[in-house]
């Protein structure tokens, strides 16, 4: 399956610029940022002023792996912590 890379105009710190990612990773990048009751530019705008070396669509896809990794791990943790009070029960 192909994935079609879509190119969008965002406002990031007043200047408007555009970013070219994948449909799947808009559609996260929407879901982190609605789930921080954040913009869509206001997440762009803190991924951007937080990045080191990369361009924005790879800072970006980066972003949205590591949440994806934190929230993975956090689970994990308490899956591990379930399983530990269930044993002492």
Do not use: C, P, Y
């Not at 929407?30 to 789930?35: D, L, P, Q, R």
């Not at 206001?42 to 949440?67: P, Q, T, Y």
Request: hydrophobic residues 45%.
């Amino acid at each position: 399956m192909k994935s079609l890379v879509v190119k969008r105009s965002v406002v990031i710190n007043g200047h408007k610029t555009s970013i070219s990612l994948e449909e799947a990773f808009w559609k996260g990048l929407k879901e982190i940022a609605g789930a921080r009751k954040m913009t869509l530019s206001d997440l762009i705008s803190s991924i951007d002023a937080e990045r080191k070396h990369a361009n924005l669509s790879s800072a970006i896809r980066l972003f949205i792996l590591d949440f994806h990794r934190s929230h993975l791990e956090q689970a994990a943790a308490r899956n591990v912590a379930l399983a530990r009070s269930a044993n002492t029960a």
